[in-house]
């Protein structure tokens, strides 16, 4: 079945970096692409990045030039480097596919950003 488990969240200072990983399995990995949301407390589900099976990246406004989504296909791996992080990044950052017309969600990983 469809799996995605996403790690490598924490509590990280203003201005630091945390990269997370979510961990595919269950599809051909290298026919879909991905996509990673976050959600804060009392606010909705939001995109945050998105690549394609080709490697096209797109960004929402509030993360472009601090946050780089890749792939590894060899691993079947999603990655979310995130840089420079704000208070305001902190969230359930969560892994997500459509895999034969399903949305498939991962568990996510908290991300807190404080001092």
């Known amino acids: 079945q469809v799996q995605l488990v996403e790690s490598g969240g924490g509590l990280v200072q203003p201005g630091g970096s945390l990269r997370l990983s979510c961990a595919a399995s269950?599809?051909?990995?290298?026919?879909?692409?991905t996509s990673w949301y976050r959600q804060a407390p009392g606010k909705e589900r939001e995109s945050v990045a998105t690549i394609t099976r080709t490697g096209f990246t797109a960004y929402a406004d509030s993360v472009k030039g601090r946050f780089t989504i890749s792939r590894d296909n060899a691993k079947n791996t999603v990655y979310l480097q995130m840089n420079s992080l704000k208070p305001e990044d902190t969230a359930v950052y969560i892994c997500?596919?459509?895999?034969?017309?399903?949305?498939?969600w991962g568990q996510g990983t908290q991300v807190t950003v404080s001092s």
């Open positions: 997500y596919a459509r895999i034969y017309n399903y949305d498939y």
């Open positions: 269950g599809f051909t990995f290298t026919n879909y692409g």
